[in-house]
């Protein structure tokens, strides 16, 4: 199953999409995001796009730790 949103904010346009997928393991979800910046803004993506890979890396931890007690 795919969930995909997609806004704007400011000068800038976003996709988020969420990926689940069934694995011999158990659940993958998977994450990607597209953000498109106009003007000076697109300088910081570098910035911005390292600060969004850590803090959905850590969201997505803090997800899986939930769903896993929940689990037990």
């Known amino acids: 199953m795919e969930i995909t949103f997609t806004g704007a904010s400011g000068p800038g346009r976003f996709e988020v999409s969420y990926l689940i997928e069934e694995t011999a393991k158990g659940i993958r979800l998977s994450c990607h ?3 498109e910046q106009k003007g000076l803004f ?4 570098p910035v911005v796009a390292a600060s969004l890979r850590r803090d959905f890396a850590a969201n997505l931890r803090n997800l899986e730790a939930l769903l896993e007690t929940r689990a037990e």
């Open 33 to 35: 995001m597209r953000m």
């Open 42 to 45: 697109a300088l910081a993506d």
